[in-house]
């Protein structure tokens, strides 16, 4: 298995306040990318990340900042989270942009209330 | 911004019967990915293609690139292949697209 962990694993924040997840990777992958997945959705990725403090923009990235500051940590920041927000959020790797293997952590259930 | 269509959407069978499930997508791509989900569980890389097909143990895997399709097929299924089996395309370096996933569930 790949070396991908996300914490916590699980997490119940109120309304209005920050919350941060982290990815942590042992593989020395260059991309690494945070998703969420709701019912009916699908998993839609967040941002992405293509090497340290390079990132960009997903498709669902409003409410959400990322930071890289190493190789092998990603975290996910909700500045001031939201009911919307809750979700499973699930972390993943890959060596490369094109053609090779993506690698997923074990996800994170996040519920605002 | 490619779209992604898995059918069907919900599954159910009998243990030992084969199954299929089929991924459309819209725009043309560099490979495609089959993922498998237990309930409650992480997210797991069951094959990558770009052409052809690839075999593990009872899955195989098809794609065809003109047609922008492809097949995920279980041979003698069982209870512990119960799980949620989602189709993904790679655009490049801004992710992954997926589908909305095949809910299968195989009764003893």
């Known amino acids: 298995d790949a070396g991908i962990t996300q914490s916590p694993r699980h997490k119940v924040t109120e309304t209005g306040t920050p919350v941060t997840l982290r990815c942590h990777q042992t593989e020395n992958h260059r991309y690494m990318y945070w998703y969420r997945q709701d019912p009916g959705h699908g998993l839609r990725l967040i941002h992405y990340?293509?090497?340290?403090?390079?990132?960009d923009k997903g498709e669902v990235s409003d409410g959400y900042s990322v930071s890289r500051s190493k190789t092998e940590d990603f975290l996910l920041t909700l500045e001031s989270a939201t009911s919307s927000q809750t979700s499973v959020y699930f972390c993943?790797?890959?060596?490369?942009?094109?053609?090779?293997?993506?690698?997923f952590g074990q996800g994170t259930r996040l519920t605002v209330v | 911004k490619n779209e992604v269509e898995q059918s069907p959407q919900n599954l159910t069978a009998q243990e030992g019967e084969f199954i299929t499930i089929n991924c459309s997508y819209s725009?043309?791509?560099?490979?495609l990915h089959w993922l498998q989900q237990h309930p409650g569980g992480g997210i797991v890389s069951l094959f990558m293609l770009s052409s052809g097909k690839k075999k593990h143990g009872r899955l195989i895997a098809t794609i065809n690139i003109q047609e922008k399709h492809s097949s995920l097929h279980i041979t003698a299924s069982h209870p512990r292949d119960s799980a949620v089996y989602i189709c993904?395309?790679?655009?490049?370096?801004?992710?992954?697209?997926f589908g909305k996933g095949t809910h299968l569930i195989i009764q003893p």
């Open positions: 990340s293509y090497g340290v403090k390079d990132t």
């Open positions: 993904a395309v790679g655009g490049g370096a801004d992710g992954l697209t």
């Open positions: 993943a790797i890959s060596e490369s942009s094109r053609n090779t293997e993506a690698f």
């Open positions: 725009v043309g791509i560099s490979a």
